[in-house]
């Protein structure tokens, strides 16, 4: 069983770092081009962590209304797909279309963009707001890797609402918890 690890605390203001990534079908794709009019959520996830399996549905779910809040989505995968092959582009490619993706799955190869980010384990959630202002980072919602609960609390959701709203997100965000971004040696 892989060791739990949270994500780092959010750098609150700190302002996305530009980069340019392919998605699964060799597409090139830059901040400029992913944000939409209120934002951008950036998620870094990958094939084969127990953790997102156990919540794309939810992932799924909460890009399509963020995305219909005027918000872009994307989703990063960063580890080391020599030792994790499930988390291959082709492999990212069948997972994207068996799920229904709305949005782009990039290709971190190198790396780069999850060091630039900070970025500690999948899932791990950075939302920032219409500057590119990072404001939210944690948790996608209470329930973790379990299924939904009817009392769910939709955390990541109810805060980037907010902020499209114009309003703030709130300042208590409890880290996502999952496994580590497999770093190459």
């Known amino acids: 069983v892989p060791m739990a690890i949270e994500s780092a605390p ?8 530009d980069f340019t990534l392919p998605d699964t079908q060799g597409v090139q794709h830059d901040l400029a081009g992913l944000r939409g009019p209120n934002g951008l959520l ?24 963020l995305q ?3 918000y ?18 082709d492999k990212m490619a069948a997972l994207a279309a068996e799920r229904g993706f709305t949005f782009p799955y990039l290709y971190d190869a190198s790396q780069d963009v999850a060091r630039t980010y900070d970025a500690v384990c ?14 939210y980072r944690g948790r996608l919602d209470s329930c973790g890797k379990n299924p939904a609960t009817p009392d769910l609390r ?13 309003g703030r997100a709130p300042t208590e965000q409890r880290p996502s918890i999952g496994c580590s971004i497999k770093w190459r040696d």
């Open 122 to 135: 999948t899932p791990d959630f950075f939302g920032f707001d219409r500057e590119l202002r990072l404001v």
């Open 154 to 166: 939709r955390e990541l959701f109810e805060a980037l609402r907010q902020v499209a709203e114009g």
């Open 10 to 17: 959010g750098r609150p203001g700190w302002v996305a770092a």
């Open 42 to 65: 950036l998620m870094f996830i990958c094939n084969h962590c127990p953790y997102v399996q156990g919540i794309l549905d939810r992932i799924c779910r909460e890009a399509r209304e």
């Open 72 to 89: 872009g989505v994307a989703a990063v995968m960063s580890n080391d797909v020599v030792a994790y092959p499930d988390d291959a582009p």
């Open 68 to 70: 219909a809040l005027g």
